[in-house]
C-alpha cells in the first residue's frame, strides 16, 4: 500500500513539472566552452605604466589544462566562510608563533608603525619595502598572507616570538580594526596568488606558495574550521605523514529534491597528501590506498580547499 500511495504522490508532481520544460534558461557553461584565444591587447611603449594596469589580478596559467567536451564550468567561491573570518587569527607552528590578520600588508603596516609608537618602544631601523621594523623589543614583521587580502604579523626576539609582544599586538589590531590608512611603501608586500589549482598531466593539484610549516598549519586551522558539515568533514590528519583524512561529497552530487525519493549519497573517504618542494607545497587527492580518483572529484574537492584560503 504505502508504495502505491508513494506513485499517486509522484504522477501529480511528475505532471505539474513537465509544464515547466518549455521555457529557456541561459547556460553560461557555454562561454567557458566555446570561448576562443585572442591575441593580448598591445599598447604604446611610451604609455605611462602607472595609468595603464589589470583591473583585476590575473594570474599566470602555469598547467597543461584542455578542457573536455563534458567540462563543467567553475563554481562561484562560497562568501560564508569569509564573512565568519575573525580579524585577527592566531597560528602556532613547530615554536612559531604569528598573526594572521585579514588585511592587506598596505593597510597593516600604517598600524604596525602606530603601535611601536604607543607601546614606546626604541627603534633601531625601519624597512618599509621588506615590512620590517627592528625594535628594543624585537623585530616586528608584516608580509602577505596566504589568503587575498590578509598578512602575516611577527613579533620575534633573538629569533623566538616575544610573546607578550604578540599578544598585545593582537589586541591593538583587533581595536583597530575598522580604522587606518594603507601605505604606499608597503604596497609591494601584497601579492594574491599564493593559491593556485593546477592540472597537469590530467591530474588536478593544489599550489601554495609557503613553506611546509606555514602551510601545514593554515591548512590545519582551516580544514578544522570549515571541513564540519553535511558535505565535507575533516576526519584525520597526521603531520608526520603530511597526510589529511577527509569524506566529501560533492555538492552537486544531491539525491532527488523529492523526500521520498531518497536522500543525499555517503561522503566518501579522500587522503589530501600534502608534498613540499622548496618554499612552497603542493596538495593531491588520492582515495585511502593512494590511488588515483576521478578527476572531477579531485578538482571539486581541492577547490573546496582552496576557497577556504582565498
Not at 31 to 34: G, M, S, W
Not at 37 to 47: G, H, K, S, T, V
Not at 232 to 239: I, K, N, Y
Given at each position: 500500500m504505502r508504495s502505491q500511495y508513494r506513485w499517486v504522490m509522484t504522477v501529480p508532481l511528475m505532471a505539474l513539472l513537465a509544464g515547466c520544460g518549455g521555457g529557456y534558461y541561459y547556460d553560461r557553461n557555454a562561454?567557458?566552452?566555446?570561448a576562443e584565444?585572442?591575441?593580448?591587447?598591445?599598447?604604446?611603449?611610451?604609455?605611462n605604466q602607472r595609468a595603464y594596469q589589470n583591473a583585476m589580478p590575473v594570474p599566470d596559467a602555469s598547467n597543461d589544462f584542455m578542457p573536455s567536451d563534458?567540462?563543467?564550468?567553475?563554481?562561484?567561491?562560497s562568501m560564508s566562510s569569509q564573512q565568519s573570518r575573525q580579524f585577527v587569527e592566531d597560528r602556532q607552528s613547530q615554536g612559531q608563533h604569528w598573526l594572521v590578520v585579514n588585511a592587506a600588508p598596505g593597510s597593516i603596516w600604517p598600524r604596525l608603525q602606530s603601535f611601536v609608537t604607543q607601546r614606546g618602544y626604541q627603534v633601531t631601523s625601519v624597512d618599509g619595502n621588506a615590512g620590517r621594523i627592528v625594535t628594543d623589543a624585537g623585530t616586528l614583521s608584516v608580509r602577505q598572507g596566504l589568503r587575498n587580502n590578509s598578512s602575516e604579523v611577527y613579533c620575534?626576539?633573538?629569533?623566538?616570538?616575544?610573546?607578550r609582544c604578540l599578544t598585545a599586538l593582537a589586541r591593538f589590531l583587533d581595536q583597530k580594526a575598522p580604522e587606518g590608512g594603507v601605505s604606499m611603501v608597503a604596497q609591494n608586500l601584497s601579492r594574491n596568488d599564493r593559491v593556485r589549482l593546477e592540472n597537469s598531466g590530467g591530474r588536478w593539484q593544489l599550489a601554495v606558495a609557503l613553506d611546509f610549516p606555514r602551510a601545514w598549519s593554515e591548512f590545519s586551522y582551516q580544514l578544522n574550521n570549515n571541513f564540519a558539515n553535511d558535505d565535507?568533514?575533516?576526519?584525520?590528519?597526521?603531520?608526520s605523514q603530511r597526510v589529511f583524512m577527509v569524506r566529501y561529497r560533492r555538492a552537486d552530487e544531491g539525491g532527488s529534491w523529492i523526500p521520498f525519493m531518497g536522500g543525499k549519497p555517503d561522503l566518501r573517504p579522500y587522503r589530501l597528501a600534502v608534498e613540499p618542494e622548496g618554499d612552497s607545497v603542493r596538495m593531491r587527492v588520492t582515495d585511502p590506498q593512494g590511488e588515483t580518483v576521478d578527476p572531477k572529484i579531485a578538482r571539486s574537492l581541492l577547490d573546496a580547499v582552496a576557497s577556504t584560503l582565498r
Open positions: 562561454e567557458y566552452k566555446d584565444m585572442a591575441a593580448p591587447l598591445e599598447l604604446p611603449a611610451q604609455r563534458d567540462f563543467e564550468a567553475p563554481r562561484p567561491q620575534q626576539q633573538q629569533d623566538a616570538p616575544n610573546e565535507r568533514r575533516l576526519v584525520d590528519e597526521d603531520r
